[in-house]
């Protein structure tokens, strides 16, 4: 399957092409062959975007909320419309396996559109009594955003991004990965079919420095990155100097804590939907797994069994349950950080591999024995390897969770209702589940603490990262002055 677009990027409700930009080879990860090539974008294509962006943006500002929610709604009804081919495209750009991309990515990308379309006509300022005089708050959109979007989920961040964007009466300019940049262009596609100005939903193509040139514009008033912490840190930076509002997405090294009593089947079911789903390849993945020491053994066997009868394979086939990991580069990271693990004295349970296969394969690999100060169990791994790790008692398990400079998510496992709260409001993490895991449904915000973010996307929250207040005073007397 090849998959080159009509052009490298969209910009105005069009494609758009300019050569001088360097290549972009696009893989396919299932089969280590370029499926694509696109050219970065160069300044003429970013002052075109950002120009138009500008442009479109006052007008759609203007309109009335459930007008601007109309189109988002109508989008998302093309996005369920066209499933399939979507998720055959992000399967090929990804190498996630088709039965992830046909429930996970451009469905979670559709709910997003659908919620923010109805919550657009909801927002509505306050009225502040003040005697005889008043003063009553107004919402506006920021006017121009940014949007740079990592690699592991292209379509479902664009969206993410766009829908509550949009629906506040923003333009967006989106950056994808250069690593998985086909999905976008779909997305900016659907947006025109569906109805949307032609401006108001730019994708630019490019590496970090086209990003970086996007984030200092004067133009910018505000950037939503979802990438790594260090990617942060200099996109974070950037956008200070124009004290522009940022929303930061960022890494994470997640706790998942399995008490003694919690159900085995299910504690066992969520660790590795946390570490195996995408490849591993997710955000808020509970990599390092705490166990307590009554339900170790029990826990690893039912693992080692379940995980040995994970079905890896071509991606396009319904029956694969684990693709290929992202790229060439992600698999020596991976395999690397596996052989560290062995090299530091972990156990290594099941995988520890690379299967057999064409392209970026990485066996579901567990390791036990994990010690906090060991390699897996302090950086981010993005791929399919589970740290398992032995407590005793409760404050034991969260001193060791929180000791840790992420703070995205976290999860506990325990029949005990009292506990569970208790443990819960003791970790340091902006995304909890009790009894589940990585559950990211579009009503709930979602966003890290510490070092894995800033703000939050999804929910009501994110209104107000695509928004600010104005204040206006009325004052309904004489002035009382002193002079
Ligand atoms: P990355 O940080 O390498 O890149 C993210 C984006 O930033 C890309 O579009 C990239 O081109 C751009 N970029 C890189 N350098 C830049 C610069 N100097 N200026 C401006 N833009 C720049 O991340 P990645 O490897 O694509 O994705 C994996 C990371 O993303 C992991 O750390 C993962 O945890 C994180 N992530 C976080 C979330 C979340 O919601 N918290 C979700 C998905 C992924």
Not at 3 to 23: C, I, K, L, R, T
Not at 79 to 86: T, V
Not at 317 to 334: C, E
Not at 460 to 471: C, G, L, N, P, V
Request: charged content about 20%; hydrophobic content about 45%.
């Amino acid at each position: 399957m090849r998959a080159q677009p009509q052009a490298s990027h969209f910009v105005n409700g069009d494609w758009m092409e300019d050569e001088a930009g360097a290549v972009i080879e696009v893989y396919s990860p299932a089969t280590g062959r370029i499926c694509a090539e696109l050219h970065e974008a160069t300044p003429a294509v970013i002052d075109a975007a950002l120009a138009s962006a500008q442009a479109a943006q006052r007008d759609w500002a203007r309109l009335r909320p459930v007008e601007r929610g109309r189109i988002l709604r109508r989008a998302a009804d093309l996005i369920r419309e066209y499933g399939d081919s979507l998720a055959a495209l992000e399967t090929l750009d990804t190498g996630k396996p088709i039965q992830e991309t046909r429930v996970a990515d451009w469905p979670s990308g559709a709910d997003a559109l659908e919620y923010f379309a109805g919550l657009a006509p909801t927002v509505t300022g306050e009225t502040v009594p003040l005697g005889q005089d008043f003063a009553y708050t107004l919402r506006e959109p920021l006017g121009v955003c940014v949007g740079l979007g990592a690699w592991n989920y292209p379509s479902q961040i664009a969206c993410w991004k766009a829908a509550p964007a949009l629906a506040m009466g923003n333009a967006l300019v989106f950056k994808p990965s250069e690593v998985t940049p086909l999905g976008a262009l779909q997305l900016a596609e659907i947006l025109i079919e569906a109805g949307l100005p032609p401006g108001l939903f730019n994708v630019v193509q490019g590496r970090g420095q086209v990003g970086a040139a996007l984030v200092q514009d004067p133009r910018v008033a505000k950037v939503s990155l979802t990438g790594s912490v260090p990617t942060g840190r200099k996109v974070y930076a950037m956008a200070a100097e124009g004290v522009r509002h940022v929303t930061m997405e960022l890494g994470g090294k997640s706790p998942l804590i399995v008490f003694d009593d919690a159900d085995l089947e299910s504690a066992v079911g969520a660790a590795m939907l946390g570490n195996f789903y995408s490849a591993g390849q997710v955000c808020s993945n509970g990599t390092r797994v705490f166990v307590q020491s009554g339900i170790k053994e029990a826990f690893l066997a039912r693992l080692a069994e379940r995980s040995a009868v994970i079905v890896l394979g071509d991606p396009m086939d319904p029956d694969t349950q684990m693709g290929p990991l992202v790229s060439a580069a992600q698999h020596a990271k991976v395999t690397g950080y596996i052989e560290t693990a062995k090299a530091e004295g972990a156990r290594l349970v099941c995988g520890g591999d690379a299967p057999d296969l064409e392209g970026w394969f990485v066996a579901p690999t567990v390791f036990a024995d994990v010690t906090d100060d060991m390699t897996i169990a302090q950086e981010e791994v993005f791929g399919p390897v589970m740290a398992v790790l032995d407590f005793e008692t409760e404050d034991e398990a969260v001193t060791r969770a929180n000791a840790t400079q992420f703070g995205l998510a976290a999860g506990v496992f325990t029949r005990d209702i009292t506990r569970a709260h208790r443990v819960i409001a003791a970790l340091e993490a902006g995304t909890c589940w009790i009894n589940a895991y990585n559950l990211t449904p579009v009503e709930a915000p979602f966003g890290g603490s510490k070092l894995s973010g800033v703000g939050r996307e999804n929910g009501r929250a994110a209104i107000e990262h695509y928004s600010q207040i104005k204040t206006v005073y009325v004052g309904m007397g004489p002035v009382d002055s002193p002079y």
